[in-house]
């Protein structure tokens, strides 16, 4: 076994690692440095290669055919992986080929910009309605408990059609889900019952796909619930696949880039007071928040035959973990990496991933991102840390658990 001494790269299945982001990106650096193609065996994870360059990151997303999806999309620990695949789950993450172009044209047409066009005003007001409460609780407050973690579920579930009602236990299932390397988040210690969280999800999401079957309406989950593929409807693991990636993949990552980037906007006020001042750099500094939280830290491959990377030779079925925090923050692809810069352009990051699987959801994320801070830095007097910022331990998707603030509004 090697160790994080041995191999820098190890932090990346290290879940507690992500807590401390100096140390982190002092690893990774050494890895880009010395490395950054390494293999990483860590007890109770399969060995998997990690690269850390963002060159090598694109040249595997783009050879899709040698580098799959399937079956392991993402790092867990050996036992969690052998419990996905024993359970079947069937998202888009896990396609590869055809397969995946006709499930992603399900959902595509949804997050066009010019559909999401149809949702902005929803958006804007729901970016009213939360600035409205941190404005009612007072001038202080955990802006991730106040605001971060429910505003992207409620645009989330209006998108998806989902009852008000049942907001709050989505909320708790879509955060054991992706938080379950959390203790605070867990919902028991061990993989069997983080996988009834899941479980729970798939007997929410059969009844709503029989509701709209019987009763369609013009919401996503009417979309997903009546879609075909290759004249036949999805069967119900794939229907019920489809609504929770749609509702954990827009969730949490949100979530973390607006949490993360009003942090970030906080330590660099000369940042916040040019966005106050000229609020038309918006989509510029969206994206750089984006960029600057990574909300998504990795995804993985598996190699579909021999093939090399960097002189390293990787055999057919070794796992591949692809480091979107390392290659945002990469020296060679970016000018001062680690200066928060909300007008940096060119600014390519791959946060979204890149090629076949590029986030589906990036046009309504930038949407509601913008639209928060629009409202929020339209109202905002004066705004600074109450205490010490906390990051989640995971591997996966993540960012704040706390982050708290005092504040004046108009
Ligand atoms: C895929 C990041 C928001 C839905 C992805 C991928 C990343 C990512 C890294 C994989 C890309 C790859 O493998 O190359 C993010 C970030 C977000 C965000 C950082 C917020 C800032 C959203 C939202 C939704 C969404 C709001 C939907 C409501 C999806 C879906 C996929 C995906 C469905 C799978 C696409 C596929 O496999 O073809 N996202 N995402 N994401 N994302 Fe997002």
Request: aromatic share 8%; with cysteine; glycine share 6%.
């Amino acid at each position: 076994m090697t160790t994080a001494e041995a191999v820098p790269a190890a932090v990346l299945a290290t879940p507690a690692a992500y807590k401390d982001p100096e140390a982190l990106y002092a690893a990774l650096a050494a890895a880009r440095r010395d490395d950054p193609v390494s293999l990483v065996e860590v007890e109770g994870y399969t060995p998997f290669w990690a690269v850390t360059r963002y060159a090598d990151i694109i040249k595997v997303e783009r050879a899709a055919k040698t580098f799959t999806n399937s079956p392991r999309p993402v790092l867990m620990t050996a036992e969690q992986d052998r419990l996905q695949q024993q359970v079947g789950i069937d998202t888009l993450i896990h396609m590869d080929g055809a397969k995946h172009r006709q499930y992603r044209a399900i959902g595509v047409n949804w997050f066009k910009p010019s559909a999401l066009a149809q949702l902005q005003e929803q958006v804007n007001a729901l970016a009213k309605r939360f600035v409205d409460k941190l404005a009612a609780a007072g001038g202080e407050c955990d802006f991730v408990q106040t605001v971060g973690v429910d505003y992207p579920l409620y645009v989330i579930m209006s998108l998806l059609g989902i009852p008000e009602d049942d907001f709050a236990f989505m909320l708790k299932l879509t955060q054991e889900l992706v938080g379950n390397d959390d203790p605070e988040l867990q919902r028991g210690t061990s993989d069997e019952e983080n996988m009834m969280a899941m479980l729970d999800m798939f007997a929410y999401f059969q009844k709503l796909t029989e509701n709209r079957r019987a009763n369609p309406t013009d919401d996503l989950a009417s979309a997903i619930a009546n879609a075909t593929v290759d004249g036949a409807p999805l069967d119900d693991i794939q229907t019920v696949s489809y609504y929770a990636i749609v509702a954990t993949a827009g969730h949490d990552t949100t979530s973390s880039s607006i949490t993360g980037g009003l942090q970030a906007l906080i330590e660099n006020p000369d940042q916040l007071a040019k966005l106050r001042d000229n609020p038309d750099l918006m989509p510029t500094a969206v994206e750089e928040m984006i960029r600057w939280v990574t909300p998504v830290k990795e995804f993985m491959r598996t190699a579909a035959e021999d093939t090399e990377l960097h002189g390293k030779t990787i055999k057919a079925g070794d796992a591949v973990l692809l480091s979107y925090v390392s290659a945002n923050r990469d020296e060679d692809a970016f000018d001062d990496p680690f200066a928060f810069n909300i007008e940096r352009e060119p600014n390519k990051h791959l946060a979204f991933g890149h090629g076949l699987h590029f986030c589906l959801g990036a046009p309504l994320a930038r949407m509601e991102i913008a639209a928060f801070f629009t409202e929020l830095l339209s109202r905002l007097d004066h705004i600074e840390l109450a205490g010490e910022p906390q990051l989640t331990a995971t591997t996966f998707v993540g960012g704040l658990k706390h982050l708290p603030i005092r504040y004046s509004l108009r």
